[in-house]
Structure formats: structure tokens, C-alpha cells
């Protein structure tokens, strides 16, 4: 077998195919894993010099086939459901090992990385790839290693990532061709059938979710962070196109992080060592830092060119509307380069309420944080979706459900608890419609959503008055500079009063109907702080 690039000379890939394999290439720099690209014909340049891959069928993630090994550790620490669903464990090791032999006449790719900024949760992570974007993907995503730190390297876990090799559901017990699987007692992830490189991030977002929490009393979380020139940090929690990573990428405040971060008794720090951004409609004028940040190092997944160009057209989604880019966090002129800071002043809900009902700008309780914490709401809207004709309301618990191996009620204990002892603010933000629902009314201006965020960042919003929203209990704030009045409360948003009732109602009886799946495990405060049914005069 070949071997070429930074190798640990005593590193071992702990399996007995190892000399059989063709080719095998350690480490190498990004430059070296896009030729490797190029060369094979598994994608291309923009005009820019940006290495640009297709991911194949999949261009996102595929939760339906996604498993979680079942043995005496997980047996009964792990919420099972039809997210973390079970494998047994002989399936997974006659999986591996098949993924071993389809790899041991191929060239593959060793990335040796870490997790986790912050020292003292630090876990070192060995990525064995089928594709050299695979393998590029983990330089920009994970935390990049020094010479010394590579020839020094033992792993504690281990991924396999082979997108062109197909699982067979009657001989592996899989649902599909297509898996990723963890199995926490060997500390491996084997992930096939799918290039989609979101895969191999979110793998370890998961295992983080199930050690934290359970051995090291940190939260993990599922959003963006940053930090401003007073080390005041601000959290933003939000699912896929809530604006999580457009509106922590401010360029008056340093990024920390702009998907997945841990919460400790020493404060905030990044899992991550790079960005995974959506690009479909991405404009330099409304989001300059990822914009500037697309450049090479970079990669863009599943974009289009302008014909007969090179140039990326940000707003052809005939791929898909999941159009992402990775970048190491570097790429953010303004980023924090630690990754990690004091505890946050300030936890922002994002969500895009395609109702047009909840409020721009919310606080929240204590509570309340916990019960939408735990009930991660959003809507998609009509062409997202085959059959989706209108707005539908999306509900993934702590905002994060297809990574979350423990019952909900077990990060939203956690979080109440840091929020009380460091008495964190928690505001609840509607990037959505207002004025009505999509197609009648207006989606909220982005500049409205950053001058509220900033308000509150820059204790704007502290000697003001606060009106109660009926029904919801949350307390809007009765002025924002820079925000138009009339957009504060969504009621007086709307022209038809009687319609924005029934449709609140509506709303309310979503979320409750939701939340019962929980009721039975959570504390009976939070449950006490869902929306109230109840029959509204009209003014």
C-alpha cells in the first residue's frame, strides 16, 4: 500500500485491510485534496478559484436512515424514536466491515482533526474517506491539527464515509442503501450511499449530544454564537433558514461559531473550526461576511453556474434549495479566534413564522424559554416541499431533533439552569411574515430583524415598556429604534383583525398539540407556559 502526506508512523486505521488498500493519503493540505479533485473529475473551479462539488442524490441529510447502535450502554440512556432509531450491533460491525472491503482496492483519504475549542472537552477524530472533497470538507469543518499535533495523534473516534457504497437492507437491517450510523461503544460512525458531507459533521454533533449533557454537565447546542467588543456573547437558535448563520455573521461583533457550540461552567465554546452556510439567494449586499468568506479553501456544494460562465448563480435551486458552502471560520475577517468566551448575556430564538403571527421581537421567561426551547418551531412554505400548497408549521425539539439522542427534557433542564444562574436574557425573534401569512402579507426586512437584535445587544430595550401577546403571554417591547411601530405587534400588522385571531388560535393549538408528546417527562412550570386556548374579543 502507498502512503503519502503527515502520517503518525505508529497510526493504525484498526482494521485488517489496511495493506491491502491501494493508496492511501494522510492529511494532505487543502491545495493537494482539490487537485486530487480535479484530476479524478469530481468537480470543478468558479471563477474565483472556489472548488465546487455535486454531492450526488443527496443534497442534504436523510434522517429516516440514520441509526443509532442499540447495546447495554445506549439501551436505556438513549430516547428512542423515530429519529434515534436502533441497530443491533452485529448489523453495524458486518456494515463496517463490508465498508473495509469496498475500500481496500480504492485510494482513500485520512483527515486526522479535533472537536470541541474549548481544552478540556477536546475529542481527536480520525475521518477515513472514500472522496477527497470528503476529506477537504473535514479541514474546513472540524479544528485543524499542527504537524507535531498530527504525528503525535491517537483517535478517540472514527468515521468512515464511502458515499459510492450501498448498504443491502435484508443482509445489514437498514431501511434504504443509504446510512449513517453511530455506535458509541466503539466509538465509530460508518456513513455510505450518501456524499451529502453534512453527514460527517453532524455525526459528531450527535455524539457530543449524548456525552455532554450525561458526563460532563455542559449543554450542547445547536446554534451560532458571538461575541462583542465588551466579550458580551449572544447565542441564536434556529432551524434551517431562520437566519442562524446571516445574522450571527455581524461584522460589529466577532463569530464564535455559526452552527454548534457547548455551554459549561466556564462559558461558551465552538465545536467546530469552520462555517457551513446556505448560499441560495446569497447576496453580497445583505450578507457580506459569507459572501467575502467564498473563496478558495472554500468548497460550494451543488450550485449552478451562469451559462457559459464559471460564476455561481446563488439563486438557481433546480439542484437543490440546500445549496451550501463550507469554509474554515478564518475565511470571517472578523471571527474569534479561541472560539470560546465568557457566558452569554443574551439567547436568541429564531424562527421563520410563515403565519405572520408571532412578534418580531419577544422576551421570554425563564419557562417559556424551556417550552419553546423544547418545542423548536418553525414553518416551511409553499415550494419548499413537493405538496406543500401552504405555510406548515415545523416543530424539531431543542432545535436541533435529528441530533439529540436523550429525551428533550434533558438539554432544556440544562438550560434553565445556566439561564437562572447567570441570568441570561431570552428573547423569542420572528424572521417570518408579518401583515398576514406568505402570499398575503411581507416577510419582516432583515435590517428590521438586525435593529432589533442590536437593540437588544446594545441595551436599548431595557427602560422601555413591554405589552402582553395575548394568548402566546409574551412580552413585546413597545418601541425599537429604526423599527417601524406598527410591525411590533403583529395584530395591528394585519388589516383583517378577525383572521389574525382564528389564525393565533390556530397557531396555539399547534404548538399544544405538539407538545403532549412531552408533557409526561418535562417539568409541569414548562408545560404550564405553552399558549393558553381561550376566546378573544375583538377590538
Known sequence: MRQFGIKNPNASLTTSHIETWKSAFWNLKPKDLVEHTLRTNQGTLSHNGTLTIHTGNFTGRSPQDRYIVRDNMTMHSVDWNNINQPIEPENFLTLRENICQYLSDKDVYIKDAAICSDPNFRIKVRVIAEKPWSAHFVHNMFIRLSDQEILDFSPEWTIYCAPSYSADPNLHGTRSSNFSIIDFSSKSIIIGGTGYTGEIKKGMFSVLNYHLPQDKNALSMHCSANVGAERDAAVFFGLSGTGKTTLSADSSRQLIGDDEHGWSDDGLFNFEGGCYAKCIGLRKETEPEIWNAIKPGAILENIKFFPGTSRPNFNDDSITQNTRVSYPIHHIKNNCQ????????????????????????????????????????????????????????????????????????????????????????????????TGGPYMIGHRIALKHTRALINAVLEQKLEDISYSNFEVFDLQIPSYCPDVPGEILHPRNSWVDKEAFDNKRMELAELFNENFEQFADKVDKNISQAAPRIQTLELV
Open 338 to 433: 479561541d472560539q470560546v468566551s465568557e457566558h452569554p448575556e443574551n439567547i436568541f430564538f429564531l424562527t421563520c413564522d410563515a403565519f405572520g403571527i408571532l412578534p418580531p421581537l419577544s422576551k421570554l421567561s425563564v419557562d417559556q424559554a424551556m417550552y419553546y426551547f423544547i418545542s423548536g418551531y418553525t414553518a416551511k412554505v409553499a415550494g419548499t416541499e413537493e405538496g406543500i400548497s401552504e405555510p406548515v408549521a415545523t416543530f424539531s425539539a431543542c432545535f436541533g431533533a435529528p441530533f439529540m439522542p436523550l429525551h428533550p427534557n434533558e438539554y432544556a433542564k440544562l438550560l434553565g439552569e445556566k439561564i437562572r444562574k447567570h441570568q441570561v436574557n431570552v428573547w423569542l425573534v420572528n424572521t417570518g411574515w
